[in-house]
Each structure stands twice: as structure tokens, then as C-alpha cells.
């Protein structure tokens, strides 16, 4: 009896010994990948990009992990930690190794390049060697990546130069600046780069239609089209991006302006140099706790300016030159007690141009001329002597430099009229000082501009010059 539970036991010993082993087995190949199976990849796409300034894990993710080995290496180490620099091929970190690649690709685009950038596009020292790149600590991983591209005024060119396969290809960067290349084709969709806040595309060869891809880019604070040849529409979405800069200036873009105008952050909008059609929408009002700057020269803008425009208390430059509006100037501009440079020249404006405007205590820039103004009181005539205050071509017959009477008789044979004329009275602030008020009290006016080359005081008049870079930190 005792000798047949003693073999059962043994039987029961030997079962369980070999269910054991092949478990063991079994997790040895699992740990080493099975030898022979295709190995995991993970491509670009499929990174797991941790939220940003989440403290580093001290347990490596599966994202952590180098590329796996090619199929020769018999058995890679069970369990790779990140790895010390010489173990990834003197790229000095994961982040860099994953953007070479990319860079060496885009390399065989550049065709043209007079200033010999892409020779320094050579070797493993990314952040040492390489013009045109920056690189920096990047949040969540902890490690150097390249986050910026400055390719500003490179003159880069070839038929394929797109920023397709190029820009997504590089998930850390926090600005793309290329002022003054030929990049051209569609712009990618950019919601996968998470910390890009800047990008200037300003003076390239890009067509088409308003590059919706954009509006994907969540965090752009600076956002700068100038100098292309987009045509068609633009969104009503542009106006809800959370920027501070929107350039899109030196365009073909055609029709209306949105009515949500009013909805965009922006601190600097230039819509100037482009064919828009229609007026100013009232929304602009909705920008008056950040609008400094606003530029609409140079389109096909017609009607009258709406009084809203008076309520943009911190704007300092506003400029219509040379589209068709009319109408008198709203008196609600005396309330714009911050404007520096205010240009209405080349249109059909008429009317008197109101005193209190002209005892805005900023202004050293003020230009009315090649309108149909009619009548300039004792204020506005010492601007003129001050030369803040530009009327020549109007009909303000008794001083020089106007239009003939005749010319002045025939516009004025048509009948003028705005759509709310009692709009245009109104005044939507209260105090109201004259300069003469505010020199008796002693406050420090501002005097004229002296030189006639503008050092970038206003941003916005820089940006109407293709080759000038501008970016964000220059003007925080
Ligand atoms: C830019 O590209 C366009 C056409 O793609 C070409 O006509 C032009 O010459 C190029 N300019 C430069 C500076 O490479
Ligand atoms: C540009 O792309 C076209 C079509 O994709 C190709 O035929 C051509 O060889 C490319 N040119 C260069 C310089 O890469
Ligand atoms: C004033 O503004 C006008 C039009 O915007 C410009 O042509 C002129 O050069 C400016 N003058 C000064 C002194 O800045
Ligand atoms: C004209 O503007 C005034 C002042 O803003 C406003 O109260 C009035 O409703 C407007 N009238 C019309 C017909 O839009
Ligand atoms: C911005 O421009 C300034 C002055 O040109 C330059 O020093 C700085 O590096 C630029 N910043 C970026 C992010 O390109």
C-alpha cells in the first residue's frame, strides 16, 4: 500500500517538475523576443508622447526603449535600461537618434543651397554641427532633443521642398522659423507637435488655398504666412488660434473678412496686401483688451468705418491706406488714446477731421492724405506744422497742395451716407483731454518720430517688408 502512494507522489513529482520547466522555458523566450519573430516596431507616429513637464519615470516605458537590433544579435540583454551614450551610437541622446533620419532626408530635397547649410548637416553631433538647428532639454523626457528649427533667410531651394515627411518628423521642436526659403507644396497636419509655438513661413513659394493644417497646431502663438501666394478664403478659425502674431499679409486672399475678426488674441494682425473684399467687421470691438496693432492697407475694403474701432483702447497702430472706404472718421477715434500711427490716406473719406482726434496724445504719425477731408480746426493745423499730421490732397481748399475745386465738386455732387450716422457721433468714453489740457498738466507727450527710417517700433509696418524676421521673444 505504502509503496503505491510513494510511486503516485513520484509520478505526481516528475508531472509537476516538467510543467514547471516548460513554464520556465516559456518565459525565456517571451523575455527574449521568441528569436525568431519579426521584431516589435514602433514607429514615429506611434511614440507614446508623455504630457508635457510630467516628472521623468524611473521605470523605462516601452517608448524609452532603443529601436530594437536587427535580427543577427542572437540574444539582446532581457531587459534594456535607456541606454548610456556610447551604447547609442554617439547620438548624444534617443530623441537626437530619432531626428537624423529625418534630417538626412530632407537633405536630398535641398537642391539649392548658395550658403553651403547642408554640409554641416553631416555626423552623429546634431546639436554641435548642424546649422539651422537648436537643441535643448525637452519636458517628460529628460533629455537633449532638437527643439527649434531657424532657417531663416537660408535661401533653400529644390523642386520638392516640401515640409512634408520634414517638419512631423521632428515631434520636439517649439518653433519652425524660414523666412526667405523656397519651400513649397502643402503644409502637413501639425497636432502632433505638441510644443510648437512659433512658425514663420514667411516669403516662400507656397500656393493654394489658406493651409487649414494650421489651425491643428494648438499651441501657435506666433503665426506668420506673409509673402506667399495663398489665395481663397480665410477661415473664421484663424480668428479663434490662440496667437499672439498673425501675419498673413503679401497674400491672394480674397473676399470678406470674417465677421469674427473680433474673436483672435492678437496682439499683432496684419491682413494688409491682400484682396479682401467688404468692411471691418463691428467684432473688432471684442479685441479691445488686446489689440495693439492692425494693418488692413492695400485690399478692395469698402464702406464706412464702423465706431467699434473706437472702443480698441490699447491699439497704438491702425492703418486702411489705400482701399475704398468712405465715410467721415468716426468720432469715437478721440477715445484711442494709445494710437501712435493712424493712417486713412487713399481712400474716399470727407468730413472734418475732428479736433479731438487730432489731441490724441500719442500720435506721431498721421495720415489723411488723397481723401476728400474738407475742414482742419486750429489743432489739427499745428500737427500739420509738426509734420505728425499729413492732409495733402484733400479738399481742405485753403491750404496748399489739394486737389483742384473741380475735383472736389464732383465727388461731392454724389450723394454720401453711411448706414448709422448716429453711430458715427457717438463717443464711447468720457474723459476726453486735449493735448494743450495735458501739457498744462505736465504729462510727458510723446514727440514726433524724428528719423524717417522706422526702427521696428511698430511691428506690424516691419512685417511689410519680405525679408525682414521678426519672431515672438523680440517683442514680449
Ligand atoms: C523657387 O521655386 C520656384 C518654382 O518652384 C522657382 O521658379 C524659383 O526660381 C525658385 N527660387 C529660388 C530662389 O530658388
Ligand atoms: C521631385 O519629385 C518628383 C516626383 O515626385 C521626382 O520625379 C523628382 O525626381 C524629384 N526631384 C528631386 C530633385 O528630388
Ligand atoms: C507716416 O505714415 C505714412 C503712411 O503710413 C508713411 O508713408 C510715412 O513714411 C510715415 N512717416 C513717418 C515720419 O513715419
Ligand atoms: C446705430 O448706432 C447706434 C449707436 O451705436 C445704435 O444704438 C443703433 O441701434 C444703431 N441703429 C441701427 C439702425 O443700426
Ligand atoms: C529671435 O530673434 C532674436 C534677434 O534676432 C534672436 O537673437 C533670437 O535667437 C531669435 N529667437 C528665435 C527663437 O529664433
Not at 521568441?34 to 521623468?56: C, H, I, T
Not at 527643439?147 to 521632428?170: K, M
Not at 475694403?301 to 491699439?315: D, F, N, R, S, V
Not at 481712400?347 to 490724441?360: D, I, M, Q, R
Request: one cysteine or more.
Amino acid at each position: 500500500m505504502g509503496g503505491r502512494r510513494k510511486f503516485l507522489l513520484f509520478i505526481c513529482v516528475i508531472v509537476g517538475c516538467i510543467i514547471i520547466s516548460c513554464i520556465i522555458i516559456a518565459c525565456i523566450n517571451i523575455g527574449t523576443g521568441g528569436g525568431d519573430g519579426p521584431p516589435p516596431s514602433a514607429p514615429l507616429e506611434n511614440q507614446d508622447f508623455p504630457p508635457p513637464r510630467q516628472p521623468s519615470p524611473t521605470i523605462p516605458k516601452p517608448s524609452l526603449l532603443p529601436p530594437p537590433p536587427p535580427k543577427i544579435s542572437p540574444s539582446p540583454p532581457p531587459k534594456p535600461p535607456l541606454l548610456p551614450p556610447n551604447e547609442i551610437d554617439a547620438f548624444e541622446s534617443l530623441r537626437l537618434k530619432l531626428v537624423f533620419p529625418v534630417i538626412q532626408a530632407f537633405k536630398k530635397k535641398v537642391v539649392k543651397d548658395p550658403l553651403g547649410i547642408t554640409k554641416t548637416w553631416k555626423g552623429k553631433d546634431i546639436c554641435g554641427d548642424y546649422k539651422g538647428f537648436k537643441c535643448d532639454t525637452v519636458p517628460g523626457f529628460n533629455q537633449k532633443a532638437l527643439s527649434g528649427v531657424n532657417f531663416n533667410q537660408f535661401n533653400l531651394g529644390g523642386p520638392n521642398l516640401t515640409l512634408t515627411d520634414f517638419i512631423t518628423g521632428l515631434p520636439d521642436i517649439v518653433f519652425f522659423h524660414a523666412n526667405s526659403n523656397n519651400f513649397t507644396g502643402s503644409i502637413p497636419n501639425l497636432n502632433k507637435l505638441r510644443y510648437l509655438d512659433e512658425l514663420d513661413l514667411s516669403n516662400n513659394n507656397f500656393i493654394g488655398n489658406f493651409p487649414y493644417q494650421v489651425l491643428r497646431a494648438h499651441h501657435l502663438k506666433f503665426l506668420d504666412l506673409r509673402f506667399n501666394t495663398f489665395a481663397g478664403l480665410i477661415p473664421p478659425q484663424v480668428f479663434l488660434l490662440n496667437v499672439d502674431f498673425l501675419f498673413i499679409n503679401n497674400n491672394n486672399f480674397i473676399q470678406k473678412i470674417p465677421d469674427n475678426l473680433g474673436s483672435t488674441p492678437a496682439r499683432y494682425l496684419i491682413l494688409a496686401n491682400n484682396k479682401f473684399i467688404g468692411g471691418i467687421p463691428k467684432s473688432i470691438s471684442q479685441a479691445s483688451n488686446t489689440l495693439l496693432e492692425v494693418l488692413f492697407l492695400n485690399n478692395q475694403l469698402t464702406g464706412c468705418l464702423p465706431y467699434e474701432i473706437g472702443l480698441l483702447k490699447k491699439a497704438r497702430v491702425f492703418d486702411v491706406e489705400s482701399n475704398y472706404f468712405t465715410g467721415p472718421i468716426p468720432h469715437s477715434f478721440q477715445c484711442l488714446k494709445k494710437f501712435e500711427a493712424l493712417s486713412l490716406a487713399r481712400n474716399k473719406f470727407y468730413g472734418e477731421v475732428p479736433e479731438a482726434v487730432c489731441s490724441l496724445p500719442e500720435l506721431l504719425n498721421f495720415t489723411l492724405s488723397y481723401n476728400y477731408f474738407t475742414k482742419v480746426g486750429p489743432l489739427c493745423q499745428e500737427l500739420i506744422k509738426n509734420g505728425v499730421l499729413d492732409v495733402k490732397m484733400n479738399c481742405v481748399l485753403e491750404l496748399p497742395n489739394q486737389r483742384s475745386p473741380a475735383a472736389c465738386a464732383k465727388f461731392f455732387s454724389r450723394t454720401l451716407s453711411c448706414p448709422n450716422e448716429t453711430s458715427l457721433a457717438y463717443v464711447p468714453c468720457s474723459e476726453v483731454y486735449t493735448r494743450a489740457q495735458l501739457e498744462s498738466s505736465g504729462i510727458q507727450l510723446t514727440s514726433p518720430a524724428p528719423s524717417p527710417v522706422q526702427a521696428p517700433r511698430w511691428v506690424s509696418y516691419a512685417a511689410l517688408s519680405r525679408h525682414h524676421v521678426i519672431n515672438a521673444s523680440m517683442y514680449h
